[in-house]
């Protein structure tokens, strides 16, 4: 079973363009991270970035930085430019303020001159501005990633219709035609899905989570024996021997990859897949309870509102729609 597969395959995204920012003289920004998710691509010229006011990374062309979860972002035309606070330039630029789930029309341009800076043929930098969020089930995958993930265009593991894509979104004559913005959405959500997958199949040292754990090949096995069977009754020494460890030791192994017990995994793979069957299906809800383990719909729902916040019954009642009055 391909669990990073299946994780990728639920990856369901709102995204769009943000905004386009032709660069000139030695710009600063200091973002203060209000967007759920963002994803900074440089198109011609250098960055450097950083989220923490320490001199940073340099990203040259065709070199992007994605914050799967948002937060603070530093950016700037060399190490040590000093950087003014990102809202003052939006106010200064009359640019429309970015509100989750009410994209602008169009990408937003910003042409942005740094003070002693002169507007010439060239910008310094290019940048392309994505702004995203991801649904409540991606969770899981999302906290097993760091808060900024760095790609260079260099990077193998990049699938080769990356940069094509990345060219479509930031093409000007691309925004002006009809139906830019459905496929510009379309699009990001696989540049995106695919930056993950290229940075879990990576060398890189993982911080603790699901996907450090995937990588470890005896409580991996025990994972995949959880996904591929989650209404199985799996007590911990049942998941010990799919690894082949002692109980203690499994425990103990599984606790420090994921940063969570056995069976506290268990119980949120049984919610995550219980809230799909509630969102995608007609399923009664003591078919959901049987399908992801448990015997008693009382004992479901019990879990299902600790874990969730609302009961069964008020979640498909809050997605279900009106009918005409």
Do not use: K
């Given at each position: 079973m391909d669990l990073l597969g299946e994780a990728l395959s639920s990856l369901k995204c709102d995204g769009h363009v943000l905004g386009m920012f032709r660069l000139y003289g030695d710009w600063g920004?200091?973002?203060?991270?209000?967007?759920?998710?963002?994803?900074?691509?440089?198109?011609?010229?250098?960055?450097?970035?950083?989220?923490?006011?320490?001199?940073?990374?340099?990203?040259?062309?065709?070199?992007?930085?994605?914050?799967?979860?948002?937060?603070?972002l530093k950016l700037a035309a060399h190490a040590r430019v000093a950087r003014t606070p990102m809202r003052d330039v939006w106010s200064s630029?009359?640019?429309p303020a970015y509100r989750r789930g009410t994209p602008p029309a169009a990408p937003l341009r910003l042409n942005y001159v740094a003070p002693g800076g002169i507007a010439s043929a060239e910008p310094a930098a290019r940048l392309l501005a994505v702004a995203f969020s991801f649904g409540e089930p991606e969770q899981r995958l999302l906290s097993a990633l760091p808060d900024q993930i760095v790609t260079r265009a260099a990077d193998e593991a990049i699938a080769p219709w990356l940069q094509p894509a990345i060219e479509f979104v930031a093409t000007e004559e691309s925004s002006k035609r009809a139906g830019f913005s459905g496929l510009s959405g379309r699009l990001i959500e696989l540049i995106l899905v695919s930056l993950i997958r290229a940075y879990a199949?990576?060398?890189?040292?993982?911080?603790?989570?699901?996907?450090?754990?995937?990588?470890?090949?005896?409580?991996?096995?025990?994972?995949?024996?959880?996904?591929?069977?989650?209404?199985?009754?799996?007590?911990v020494a049942k998941m010990a021997q799919r690894a082949a460890m002692s109980r203690s030791a499994?425990?103990?192994?599984?606790?420090e990859l994921v940063g969570e017990t056995p069976n506290e995994y268990l119980t949120a793979l049984r919610m995550h897949v219980a809230r799909r069957l509630i969102d995608e299906s007609d399923l009664q809800i003591q078919q959901i309870a049987t399908r992801v383990g448990y015997r008693s719909e009382r004992a479901f729902r019990s879990a299902f509102n600790r874990h969730v916040g609302v009961c069964p019954s008020q979640r498909r009642r809050r997605l279900t729609p009106r009918g005409p009055r």
């Open positions: 920004f200091d973002i203060e991270g209000v967007l759920p998710g963002y994803y900074y691509v440089v198109l011609d010229g250098e960055c450097w970035v950083s989220p923490d006011g320490r001199e940073g990374t340099r990203l040259g062309a065709g070199d992007s930085v994605l914050a799967p979860r948002g937060g603070p630029h009359n640019m199949l990576s060398n890189a040292l993982l911080p603790a989570g699901w996907l450090c754990a995937l990588r470890d090949a005896r409580v991996g096995r025990a994972l995949e024996a959880m996904h591929l069977d989650p209404s199985a009754q799996w007590p499994f425990a103990a192994r599984f606790a």
